[in-house]
């Protein structure tokens, strides 16, 4: 019986250390990749704004969704803010209202794939597929391709950046902090999360879809606690390709000569 128990406990302690072994190297991987195409790419990859000045970016991914994408909206309407909305291509056919509501409310919407791929894990010619059909999809409801895309998982590829420079966009990734509010962890873990890793420049991550599908989810509640914290702090909230602009800004003020 002692037997028994023990190789329980040791399979266990096993299979804890090959998970924690696979999440570290996954982390890894991504890290490198991310390292080498910003050095081909550094124009490119967005993972913050201009420190210098209090603005900060909401980001939501994986939308729109019918259910919890109306309730984030109302509430960013509320609070008189913009934020970016990273939306998947094949949601976009089911939820068009969203979409252009969005767009009319003054929000920004972003490229997230069509499908939620990996790109590390697909071939150039698929990667191309999967960003056109999504800036074909948003074109046909605002009339405007998005300027930005943002991989899923955070994974970064050779192809990917070669696609995403042809179309002149952008790569927007996060900065600081990611709450993981798609996993429900709690309106207080999110809040926390968020507030004790915010800067100047700070491209927040959150989604406006959870896998719990709860009536209301914990990233809506959350929202209304975390923004006006933050504009009380003297926080500006604006769109990515806002953040960019006044990064832009600030680098040629650099360069300008004395």
Known sequence: ?????????????VLIGISIKNISNKDIEVGML??????????????????????IALTFDDGPDEDFTPQILDILKKYNVKATFYVIGE????????????????????????THINVSKNGYNKIKKEIGDTQSAVKSVTGIYPKTFRPP?????KDMCDIIKEKDMNIVLWSYVDARDWESPGVCSIVKSIESGIQNGCIILLHDY???R????????ALDIIIPNLLEKGYKFVTISELIEHLEKNTNNEKAPN
Do not use: F, W
């Not at 019986?1 to 302690?13: F, H, W």
């Not at 709860?214 to 509640?221: G, L, R």
């Open 210 to 212: 959870n896998k719990i």
């Open 153 to 157: 998982y955070r994974a970064i590829s």
């Open 1 to 13: 019986m002692r037997k028994t128990i023990y190789a329980l406990i040791l399979g266990a302690i």
């Open 34 to 55: 991310e390292k080498t195409s910003k050095n081909d790419y550094e124009d490119l990859i967005i993972k913050c704004g201009n420190t210098d000045e209090k603005l």
């Open 91 to 114: 949601k976009v056919q089911y939820n068009k209202k969203i979409i252009k509501r969005q767009y009319e409310e003054g929000h920004e919407i972003g490229n997230h794939t069509y």
């Open 214 to 221: 709860a009536p209301k989810s914990q990233t809506i509640e």
